[in-house]
């Protein structure tokens, strides 16, 4: 389509009016006891207008919609705390809190089709009017509770305690409790060890629950819906296509922690090491049932998720010179492993997410959560791509296979400072390593012929790379030969979309990033005797700077791509932006 028709034809716009406020007041009753409230509000209209005129492709009498978005959210809570420190050897605090979230959601608007004189975008110039309005209201009410007892500074005991009652949950169990409790110890006070190789250290574990609302708020809920559109000049009514849960429960997480935390030679080397084991029950799913049944959805309490792994941070200081030369190093690593233990009481599969490319991300029992299944090139033994005798394109096996998974198997950080007399230079390095990305902007390259690795094969025919398979009178391969086959560029390219061979468009995800450079100078105070300033500092900038390794096939994508939170989103990319590199310079003063 013409650009300039685009700019000039398809008008969109969007106006947004809001309001934030935010109001906190604390009462100290004694030196120990105090008492905190607060009160935030948002608030804000957004009016969008889109224009389409005659003639534009699937709105070819016109259109013209007008809408309207209303939101408010008000979150309200208060907190009593105690603080006890001069209790001989113990210390002591608590608090108890109550807290109200409330937040609402009202869309209304009408869509006009049929300009009667064209180009004139008015409600009183369309042949068709169909208005429409919809409301959406959730509320959470709240009370908390946390306390935490120390003994001699080294050993620590805390406990929380929630209980939340949400709108969006079945009547009778409005209601949900979860608790956490946890320790530390910090054996090197504890036991006056002093030694020069161990500065510090603390071991700590902890158990938790947490509990979830729904993300909707009507899935207990049943009945009909009113046409925008009527019959013969009569309303209608439709019911729902999704079966309620009328007992609709939380979501439960429970979870199990322990850690260390470790410092040598005098802090110059810190160690932090975490274990964890989460189990995620109770997930609120929509299932798909049979058409058959008059419903396509069931919203369902079911599903086990299992989360372990552990996460390093290691701080170091390798160089610390008299002369004012230092540098310090910073490494994350986390590695986490997903795996579905069951889901709803006969269902094995549940997809998460499907694209275009007929590639599906899914959660089945006993396999890890969120991989990527689809089909594989059908290939000989020796690993070469079998092509079809029928017209020479490449063949595809008959059935799923698991081709990746959207979880990294790691990801970490590296950090380094180096110092010297008010100068600074910083670098962060990002390393992702071991998951796949299902590209939809591959398969539509390849589908449509716009990519520039499709340039080959269409100016000349010439056979893929491959073997066909030698059959004996039967049927049955008895062996392969060279492809020999010649074809032009749409049966080499598009036939891999159209076929679905979805192999094809998973690209291995990993990513090393040099994140972050920033060169900095702080004025030193001899400098700043006779200004206004305690201090002066200077810093250039730049971020998003270069991947140092990647594997995006030159498609000009980002393997950083994110559809939206899920956690099956993260695997799939669809005409995601490169990474925007970025230069700055920062001047910040203290006075």
């Known amino acids: 389509m013409n650009p300039y ?11 947004r009016d809001r309001v934030i406020g935010f109001v906190s007041a604390k009462y100290q009753f004694t030196n120990w006891l105090s008492l905190m409230a607060r009160s935030g509000v948002d608030y804000w209209t957004e009016t969008r207008v889109s224009k389409r005129p005659v003639d534009y492709p699937g709105a070819t009498s016109g259109r013209l919609v007008d809408e309207t978005f209303l939101t408010k959210e008000f979150n309200h809570d208060v907190l009593l705390t105690a603080t006890k420190n001069n209790l001989k050897n113990f ?23 049929g300009f009667k004189v064209p180009d004139i975008y008015d409600i009183t110039n369309v042949t068709q009017v169909t208005p429409y309005y919809s409301l959406s209201k959730r509320e959470i009410q709240s009370v908390y509770a946390s306390g935490e007892v120390g003994y001699k500074n080294y050993l620590f ?12 949950l079945g009547e009778k169990n409005y209601s949900f409790f979860y608790p956490s409790i946890g320790s530390s110890f910090i054996f090197t006070d504890a036991f006056n060890l002093r030694s020069k190789v161990l500065t510090y250290g603390k071991l700590r574990a902890s158990y938790a629950q947490a509990g979830n609302d729904a993300a909707e708020p009507y899935f207990t809920l049943s009945g009909y819906y009113l046409s925008n559109t009527p019959f013969d000049g009569r309303s209608l009514a439709y019911q729902s ?6 007992d609709l429960k939380n979501e439960l997480k429970k979870s199990i922690e322990f850690g260390a935390d470790l410092r040598f030679f005098g802090d110059r ?18 299932i798909a049932i049979s058409a058959g049944s008059g419903y396509t959805t069931k919203i369902v309490n079911a599903g086990n998720i299992e989360n372990k792994g552990i996460e390093i941070a290691l701080q170091s200081t390798p160089v610390q010179l008299r002369n004012g030369l230092r540098w310090d190093l910073s490494f994350n690593y986390a590695r986490n492993q997903s795996k579905v233990i069951e889901l709803a009481p006969g269902i094995e599969t549940f997809f998460l997410n499907e694209t275009a490319q007929a590639a599906q991300i899914e959660a089945r029992t006993g396999e890890r959560f969120g991989n990527i299944v689809g089909y594989k090139y059908k290939r000989a033994p020796d690993g070469q791509i079998i092509v079809n005798e029928a017209d020479g394109s490449y063949a595809r096996e008959d059935t799923l296979s698991i081709l990746g998974n959207v979880t990294p198997k790691w990801a970490g950080g590296l950090n380094n400072t180096l110092s010297f007399k008010g100068f600074s230079l910083n670098f962060l390095i990002d390393f992702v390593q071991g998951n796949q990305i299902n590209s939809d902007t591959k398969y539509r390259m390849v589908a449509n012929g ?28 008895t062996g392969y030969e060279k492809n ?12 891999r979309a159209w076929g679905q061979v979805s192999e094809e468009f998973v690209l291995d995800g990993s990513f090393v990033m040099l994140r972050e450079v920033v060169l900095g100078y702080t004025f030193q105070p001899s400098f700043l005797g006779k200004t206004p300033f305690r201090s002066i500092r200077v810093s250039l900038v730049g971020r998003n700077l270069w991947y140092i390794e990647e594997h995006m096939q030159g498609l000009g994508i980002s393997p950083e791509t994110n559809l939206n939170t899920s956690g099956a989103a993260t695997g799939v990319e669809v005409f995601s932006m490169p990474t925007t590199r970025s230069y700055g310079l920062t001047l910040n003063f203290t006075f």
Do not use: C, M
């Open 450 to 477: 716009t990519g520039k690795f499709t340039e080959r094969y269409r100016e000349h025919s010439e056979p893929l790379p491959g073997v066909v398979e030698v059959k004996d009178a039967e049927g049955h391969v």
């Open 157 to 168: 005991l805390n406990a929380t305690g929630r209980n939340d009652w949400s709108s969006t």
């Open 484 to 495: 020999t086959i010649l074809v032009d560029g749409q049966t080499a390219w598009s036939y």
């Open 5 to 15: 028709y685009l700019v000039n034809e398809n008008k969109n716009n969007a106006v």
């Open 91 to 113: 210390t002591a605090s608590l608090s108890l809190g109550g807290s109200i979230s409330k937040r609402s959601y009202r869309q209304q608007g009408w869509e006009g089709l």
């Open 269 to 286: 080397i810190g160690l932090d090491i975490t274990a964890y084991k989460s189990n995620t029950k109770n997930q609120i799913l929509p």
């Open 241 to 246: 296509n999704t079966i309620a849960l009328f």
